[in-house]
């Protein structure tokens, strides 16, 4: 599988945004899908997953703010942001995985990361 992620940018504390990833391959209905992110100087961390079923799961720190989503037939998963705090600054990974999980070690691919910066 591959991921391609797109859609970061800067935004305004309060504001939204809105993140995509697109996968190739014909397996992609299988997976797991999660956002992870990373802020300088940090560890990559989870921040949403989607099963294969569209069984949702959120760290707490975006439980409410954010959105995760998935489309089979067009072999997309996004993350919708809302209310964005200066905080949530990172690059963010779009990652595939084999189990339901939200730890990094799990996924197996990883897109390329997409620069979110939110401005107080």
């Known amino acids: 599988v591959q991921l391609q992620a797109s859609g970061g940018g800067l935004v305004q504390a309060g504001g939204s945004l809105r993140l995509s990833c697109a996968a190739s391959?014909?397996?992609?209905?299988?997976?797991?899908m999660g956002w992870f992110r990373q802020a300088s100087g940090k560890e990559r961390e989870f921040v949403a997953a989607?099963?294969?079923?569209?069984?949702?799961y959120y760290a707490d720190s975006v439980k409410g703010r954010f959105t995760i989503s998935r489309d089979n037939a067009e072999n997309t998963v996004d993350l919708q942001m809302n209310s964005a705090k200066p905080e949530d600054t990172a690059g963010y990974y779009c990652?595939?995985?084999?189990?339901?999980?939200?730890?990094?070690?799990?996924?197996?691919?990883w897109g390329q990361g997409t620069q979110v910066t939110v401005s107080s």
């Open positions: 989607i099963s294969r079923n569209g069984v949702t």
């Open positions: 391959g014909r397996t992609f209905s299988r997976y797991t």
């Open positions: 990652a595939a995985a084999q189990v339901v999980s939200a730890a990094v070690y799990d996924y197996n691919y």
